[in-house]
């Protein structure tokens, strides 16, 4: 099973997102804060990284996304440019605007909607750690 990092801050959504994750064996680690999630990163290694987008700034997930995914050779977070992150968050009902994955804009592989069905969200978690697998 996989080692999966959530960065958010709401303590309702890490403690449901857990109980789904370790229902079926996977180890799940949390940060409430996108600073407290890059402290995380290298000491925990995830396998999956589920991250909220609302958080300390309404734009944190997609700024720290942006980062982890960046093309640029230098950046100081490269060696987890290919740890796959699954976006979670209620943005969508917040505003009236429509975000996709997209590799110039929206670095993530999947983007769910809050809330979220725990066993869509296994459903999902399973998909992109076999196809990172693959």
Known sequence: ???????DDDPDIVTAVNLALTSVGHQVV??????????KLPVEK???????VM?????????LALKLHSP???SDLKQF????????SAIHSTTPLHYEPDIDYLPVDL????????DDLIRKVSWIIERQKA
């Open 55 to 63: 958080m300390e700034t309404h734009t944190e997930g997609f700024q």
């Open 30 to 39: 949390s940060a409430n804060s996108g600073k407290e999630g890059l402290e």
């Open 111 to 118: 983007f769910v909607d809050k809330p979220v069905d725990p």
């Open 81 to 88: 440019k290919n740890i796959p992150i699954l976006m979670l």
């Open 46 to 52: 995830p396998d999956l990284i589920i991250l909220d």
């Open 1 to 7: 099973m996989a080692k999966i990092l959530i960065i």
């Open 72 to 74: 640029d050779p230098a």
